[in-house]
């Protein structure tokens, strides 16, 4: 009887088996890096909207404060997005007929919102307060990014669980003064480490509080 | 007599259980045992398996005709599969902005309103909670003098019924779809033809009507149409509480009780905690002076008397179960030895009788003017005067009791009222009816044959919510607002003036009964239910300044110092030899010779109640499936007694699922109503729990399973109104059997001489008192005492409480230090009631999906907390308590430590958390938790893609999906919000600030919670006290929630119940 596996076969499974070995890793590593691309996670991706807004001309180029259209940053778990008339205030005597803003003029017109693509977004099971963040010394771009340098809005970071832990499980290294939240160029000074001790005295997040940062119902309910 | 009651002939079908057996083991038991159903009593092998486990079976395996090896091939490709339902990506959402935002609304942050529900005519005052412009969650507004805070279910599950798909959107005319112009044009030729006869043939059909400005339009219309007529009809009618006024005092007066002034409460067939107008009021009183956690040690003590386990009835101290008619007579026997003007009773009493009233007797007449007797709705007039004569003799009017005037427009006797009408409908004299509310083709009384004559009526026009029965006969059918779309005022039954405001606009064309009246006044231009109401308030100048008081009575619900005026009352002398039909009605009414009495008042001669079987006829089926031939058997001369449905009220509330669902108080049945009967007659006829019966009554007949119910009159059948709807939408149609079939106009609550015949049939009840059972004689999950005992041994529960040994638990002692806040509950068992308003509320607050009648079956019922009835005592009379059960939030959790994906976790607060976005559903963790409070979503039970729902759920809570296991959170959402609010003004979170759901619906400020770190705060103060218990604390698994064991006033004079704190056997 012949045999049934030829002389290659030793090569083929000396290959395979050094194969399998790399490849269980290769295939991990893969699947790591496409979930922490910007495939999937949408991190600087600039998305495409109705009306273009740009917050580098609104924000950098003109100077308005985050809260002018954000306004309930401070008093909700929700930011806030401006209602058509909030464009108004300005649009009805700058850029009346710029074509850009047309859908801006129609919705006044006819009283249907705007639609925009959200561009952070949280999982349905996430419940995120901006509230308590602004007023615990958390700015705008440590979460948003130089939002007055994008000509049109991208996620700047990838919003997962890891991310906000590693703030969650250190707030030192991202607390700021109060007066600093709406800057955007904020960037933690050479000794964060120590003034960032301070302010977390300072806004009262005590042992006790640190530890209820990292309790999974702060933000799943 | 005795003799004539037993059965001549050995009844037929064999029960399922022996009720004999049960009653025997019963006299045997010795201490306090307490059982939760028949099937436990019985240790049915069913039970006793299900007891073992931690679902029964059918519940968590999936055996519907897979074989293993199939089995085995989907295990694999789930496996395969699972990991990839993990790789897809966030989808792309969009953000719709306002053109223009309203002034007070924060996006993201709840508003509140003050506005009112109506139930039965009475407004009860709540404060209804707003997301984003659409209502989601209503709760009693703490400053309304009927709600003070608390919640009825009706209350909480009301939001369901705005968002429900099934409600009538469009007007239509004869069946099909029209416009509201259309019916204008229609409405302006009739208007035309009735102006020449000055509105001869205009009939209004109303409900209890409270409501000044609908009082005023109503009445503006008889100015212009002076001939037209206004008839009111509830089928929840008051007429007996009416006529007993009349009766006693020749006045309308409502009676205004003070439960927490009283020392002694005698209830004649009362359920003055749950169905009476000012039930939530009542029940905080009526708590408070039976509050003894606080380290009082005085309570009330409460008789009652009745035919069928009510939420009252619950409460008593001491209950009598009693034939309704008989309730008369102990009522004359009570009057007579205290000496008011009326004859003793028709006929005598039993000796056990005679010494339960003895012990009342005494308890009265030592705490004169500091008593109450309190008859129910049910009772005719007579009783109602007697309970008035009971009073006026022990000298509480003035000091428990004081009377006012009725807060009702018109009182009127309205099933006089409705008899009225029909007979002018046969006559054809009703050219036009309006029907404004309600469901008259469904609830009249079948003799009147409603239904009939309606279909004659030329043109019919009705206002409601539903395309139900009485739309489907009218010419017209308006779809009618719901109350937190519409502009409205009404009444308190204490005459509160309150305010209805709406949160939304309407969601469909409907309208409100202000409109509709108003469009029959003028119609250009229309005038809006706003306008109505705030022109008929500007007109009574009320006050100075109108725009400013306008907007304070808007903002606070009501107007305060609006109650009706009091009146001081006489029980007339000559009462008693008044006869009901001899006397002048209200001004302007007679009562026609001939017409029904009110009430089939059954005289003392009855017929004993007979029980008599023969052979069932031959069915000609010689298949092999014929049913055994069964022996029917007959009952006669039974006492049936009809009551509203302790969840559907009058049947209105069909169509919503909460309450369908909710188990009701005391039986715990769920999507149904049944028959409900005594253990002894059950006994002796042979019949079971889901046997079908036919009930015949005055020669109409109803069928319906048979519930054997602990506690119910021997005599007595209970049937619940408001099922067996034939028209209300898909949840509600086809369930249960409709009671009002046999109750004719002579019996509105109660008559004798029903008969009861066994069929073949059976159907299937489904009722959660035996689901998540903790059974254990020798556990004492209950643990209950006596004021004597108590005020003795103070220390009397502590003692009973086997110390769990330290050292046993796999935690680490150390792991969790609890030094920031600590949450825990305290629940007082002496306060619950039983009423479920806790239920439903969690139910809103969370997101809490309905499953329907065949996954309540199989135990997958998603209720986060319930309340366990337990029983105690014998078959015939068992004492009742109830003990609400959320999860415990152990410190030592079991749950934690069985999770293979740590989805059952512990936060540094002691919350038991679990996260559902972890989860993966292996229900390790429900196996393990000693109380059985974790619930698995076994199917997608949560509709998410059913477009009128979206905007009902709580935003603040996750909506779970199919797999994954949940349970109560303390609801962590709304500690969450207080934590954010405190860190926001740098300051703690003040005690109180945190309220469940449960606590914050609780009307007998049940449920308390808060942090047990806080110094002073009410929970840590609670669990300080001598009554607190852990349930199953022997277990170590330390519970944040822990119990205030039940206290009773037990009278030394009544010898119906055993000591309750003997050592235990074994």
Redesign the interface.
């Known amino acids: 009887m012949a045999q049934i596996f030829g002389k290659s076969s030793n090569s083929i499974f000396r290959v395979s088996l050094v194969s399998a070995f790399f490849g269980f890793f290769a295939f991990w590593g893969l699947v790591y890096l496409i979930y922490w691309s910007s495939y999937t996670t949408a991190q600087g991706v600039p998305r495409e909207q109705e009306v273009p807004f740009s917050h580098q001309h609104h924000v950098a180029g003109l100077g308005l404060d985050c809260r002018y259209c954000h306004t309930s940053v401070e008093k909700s778990s929700f930011a806030g997005i401006p209602p058509t008339e909030t464009c108004m205030t300005c649009h009805s005597r700058v850029w009346t007929d710029a074509p850009m803003l047309a859908p801006e003029r129609q919705s006044l017109a006819t009283q249907q919102p705007l639609r925009w693509t959200r561009v952070n977004d949280l999982p349905d099971f996430v419940f995120f307060n901006h509230s308590i963040h602004v007023q615990k010394g958390i700015g705008c771009s440590t979460c948003h990014g130089q939002v007055d340098q994008m000509p049109l809005t991208w996620k700047a970071h990838s919003l997962y669980m890891r991310w906000c832990l590693d703030c969650h499980e250190a707030p030192e290294k991202q607390i700021r003064p109060r007066d600093q939240i709406y800057n955007m160029e904020w960037t933690p000074p050479p000794d964060q480490a120590e003034r960032g001790a301070r302010l977390v005295k300072d806004y009262h997040i005590s042992r006790v509080r640190l530890s209820e940062l990292r309790d999974c119902s702060m933000c799943h309910r | 007599m005795k003799d004539a009651r037993e059965p001549q002939v050995k009844a037929g079908a064999t029960p399922a259980m022996d009720l004999a057996a049960m009653r025997a083991k019963l006299n045997g038991a010795r201490g306090q045992h307490y059982w939760r159903s028949l099937e436990e009593l019985a240790e049915t092998p069913e039970f006793q398996a299900m007891l073992e486990r931690e679902f029964p079976a059918g519940a968590s395996e999936w055996w519907d005709g897979v074989s293993r090896r199939n089995f085995l091939k989907l295990a694999a490709g789930t496996l395969a599969l699972a990991g990839l339902t993990a790789c897809t ?2 989808p ?10 309203p002034a007070e609304l ?4 709840p508003l509140y309103y003050a506005t009112s529900m109506l139930l039965g005519g009475f407004a009860t005052g709540v404060l209804a909670k707003s997301r984003e412009g659409h209502p989601i969650k209503v709760d009693g507004n703490p400053e309304h003098p009927a709600s003070l805070g608390g919640s009825s279910v009706w209350m909480q599950a009301s939001i369901l019924d705005l968002y429900d798909p099934d409600r009538s959107q469009t007007v239509t005319h004869r069946g099909d779809i029209s416009t509201w112009a259309l019916f204008l044009s229609d409405l302006n030729d009739l208007l035309s033809e009735e102006h020449t006869t000055q509105g001869a043939g205009l009939r209004f059909l109303t409900e209890t009507v409270t409501s000044p400005t609908l009082a005023d339009q109503l009445n503006d219309l008889h100015e212009r149409f002076p001939k037209a007529k206004w008839c009111q009809y509830d089928p929840v009618t008051r007429d007996q509480v009416r006529e007993g006024s009349l009766l006693a005092f020749g006045r309308v007066v409502e009676a205004h009780y003070r439960f927490d002034q009283a020392s002694v409460i005698l209830g004649l067939d009362s359920d003055f905690l749950y169905t009476h107008p000012e039930r939530l009021r009542y029940t905080r009183q009526f708590i408070d002076g039976r509050r003894v956690s606080t380290g009082k040690r005085e309570m009330s003590r409460f008789y009652q008397m009745e035919s069928t386990p009510t939420v009252t009835g619950t409460m008593a101290d001491h209950r009598l179960p009693i034939e309704s008619a008989k309730v008369e007579d102990c009522a004359r026997y009570l009057a007579h030895q205290l000496g008011a003007p009326v004859q003793g009773p028709n006929t005598t009493l039993t000796s056990a009788q005679q010494q339960w009233l003895g012990a009342v007797l005494k308890d009265l007449q030592a705490e004169r003017g500091r008593s109450i007797v309190i008859a129910g709705e049910w009772q005719p007039p007579i009783v109602q005067a007697l309970a008035h004569a009971l009073n006026q003799a022990l000298g509480n009017s003035g000091k428990t009791v004081a009377y006012r005037d009725t807060a009702e427009a018109n009182p009127v006797n309205q099933l006089q009222s409705l008899h009225d009408l029909v007979d002018e409908m046969k006559t054809g004299s009703v050219r036009a009816l309006f029907i404004l509310g309600g469901n008259p083709a469904y609830t009249a009384p079948p003799d009147l044959e409603f239904h009939q004559h309606l279909a004659k009526v030329k043109r019919s026009i009705h206002l409601g919510m539903n395309l139900d029965e009485t739309a489907a006969l009218s010419t017209w059918h308006i779809p009618q607002n719901h109350y937190l779309e519409s502009w409205g005022d009404a009444r308190a039954f204490d005459g509160t003036v309150s305010f209805q405001q709406p949160l939304i606009a309407p969601l469909y064309e409907t309208k409100s009964a202000y409109e509709l009246l108003g469009a029959m006044v003028q119609q250009q231009p229309t005038r809006s239910d706003y306008e109505i109401v705030r022109d008929y308030w500007q007109k009574q100048r009320l006050w100075p300044e109108f725009e400013k008081s306008w907007r304070k009575a808007l903002h606070d619900g009501f107007i305060s110092q609006t109650q009706a005026p009091p009146r001081e009352v006489r029980v007339r002398e000559d009462f008693d030899r008044l006869t009901p039909t001899g006397r002048t009605m209200s001004a302007g009414e007679k009562k026609p010779a001939g017409a029904p009495a009110t009430q089939n008042v059954p005289t003392g001669k009855q017929a004993p109640v007979q029980i008599s079987s023969t052979p069932a006829p031959v069915s000609k089926d010689t298949s092999l499936f014929a049913t055994p031939q069964k022996k029917q058997v007959r009952i006669e001369n039974l006492e049936i007694a009809f009551r509203p449905d302790p969840n559907l009220w009058d049947g209105r509330f069909a169509n919503n699922g909460w309450l369908q669902e909710c188990p009701k108080p005391v039986n715990k049945l769920t999507w149904d109503n049944a028959v409900l009967m005594s253990p002894a007659l059950a006994e002796k006829a042979g019949l079971m729990t889901n046997d079908v019966v036919e009930v015949s009554f005055e020669g109409r007949a109803v069928r319906g399973p048979v519930w054997v119910m602990p506690g119910q009159a021997e005599n007595t059948v209970t049937l619940h109104l408001g099922y067996g709807r034939s028209r209300v939408g898909r949840v509600g149609e086809g369930v249960g059997f409709n009671a009002y079939l046999v109750r004719t106009s002579n019996t509105p609550w109660f008559g004798a001489g029903a008969t009861l015949i066994s069929t073949a049939q059976n159907h299937l009840l489904v009722a959660t008192q035996t689901h998540h059972n903790l059974h254990s004689p020798d556990r004492q999950i209950y643990r209950a005492t006596t004021l004597d005992e108590l005020r003795t041994q103070p220390d009397v529960i502590t003692k009973s409480v086997e110390a769990p040994e330290e050292d046993q638990t796999l935690y680490n002692p150390e792991e969790y230090k609890y ?2 806040y600590k949450w825990g509950m305290s629940i007082d068992l002496t306060a619950c009631i039983g009423c479920n308003a806790c239920v439903v509320a969690c139910e809103v607050e969370n997101n809490i999906p309905v499953v329907g009648k065949e996954q309540v079956y199989k135990n997958r019922e998603m209720l986060w907390i319930r309340i366990d009835t337990y029983y105690k005592g014998t078959l015939d009379n068992p004492e009742f308590s109830h003990a609400p059960v959320p999860c415990m939030h152990c410190e030592h959790a079991p749950c934690e430590l069985v999770c293979p994906v740590e989805a059952a ?1 512990h ?3 002691g ?1 038991n ?1 679990q ?3 972890r989860c993966v559903g292996t229900r390790f963790c429900s196996n393990n938790c000693p109380y059985k409070v974790r619930r698995f979503n076994f199917l997608r039970y949560t509709d998410y893609h059913t477009p009128n729902f979206k905007p009902m759920y709580n935003p ?4 779970r999906w199919r797999g994954v296991m949940e349970k109560c ?1 303390y609801c ?2 709304r ?2 919000a207080a934590r ?1 609010t405190a ?2 003004e ?1 300051r703690l979170i003040r005690d109180g600030e945190v309220r469940t759901a449960c606590q914050q619906a609780c009307p007998a400020e049940a449920i308390v919670f808060g942090d047990l770190n806080t110094k002073g705060s009410k929970v840590a103060e609670l669990k300080n006290q001598p009554l607190d218990y852990a349930m199953l604390g022997q277990l170590n698994v330390r519970p944040r929630t822990t119990y205030l064991a039940k206290v009773e006033n037990r009278s030394p004079d009544v010898k119906d119940q055993r000591p309750v704190s003997q050592p235990e056997e074994g």
């Open positions: 990506k966030q792309t959402r969009e953000i719709f902005p306002y053109v223009k935002q924060v996006l993201g942050q030094e920031g976790v936060d540094s607060e919350l958390l996260v559902y976005n603040e809570v996750t909506v959170t962590v959402q500690i969450a954010i860190e926001k740098n």
